[in-house]
């Protein structure tokens, strides 16, 4: 049991998954590491003191065409392991208008306690497996609206 990993070893448990795994370290020892699932970009953050981290957090940002409140909402009280997260974009990047919303979905892992490698690896199968249903509750209504537009 461990109540701590390195990033390293976090890389590790999802390159085993078969996934690519790049660990990014700042200049103030903040790390986090880089992903994607069916065809969806992800990160892992980790929390905690350098080297020896004590949680991690899943993120994926997802932009929908609209304000995504009532489908964050929805989404929250119908699933309990992944969240979503409707934030305004403030960025000053000139492709993103000031006041467009994203969605962020997060999934936290705390090692309090201890937990073993296999637990981290079932972990994080569960957000690969939650990912694609969060993209649903995002993305759905505009399918949605596209197949009654075509019958």
């Excluded at 065809?39 to 899943?58: K, R």
């Excluded at 957000?127 to 759905?140: K, N, R, S, T, V």
Aim: aromatic share 12%; hydrophobic share 35%; glycine share 6%.
């Amino acid at each position: 049991m461990n109540e701590s990993f390195t990033v390293e070893e976090i890389a590790e448990l999802i390159r085993d998954e078969g996934y690519k795994a790049l660990v990014t370290i700042d200049e103030d020892e903040d790390a986090f590491i880089a992903s994607a699932s069916d065809g969806t970009d992800w990160y892992v953050l980790m929390h905690g003191l350098s080297p020896f981290f004590d949680s991690i957090s899943f993120r994926c940002l997802l932009f929908p065409e609209g304000d995504p409140t009532e489908d964050c909402n929805k989404f929250n009280n119908d699933y309990r392991y992944l969240k979503l997260y409707r934030v305004v974009n403030e960025d000053d990047d000139e492709d993103k208008e000031d006041g467009k919303f994203y969605a962020r979905a997060e999934m936290d892992c705390d090692f309090a306690g201890g937990v073993s490698k296999l637990m981290v690896s079932a972990t994080i199968r569960r957000w690969i497996a939650c990912l694609p249903i969060a993209e649903d509750a995002i993305y759905g209504k505009l399918s949605s609206k596209l197949e009654s537009e075509n019958q």
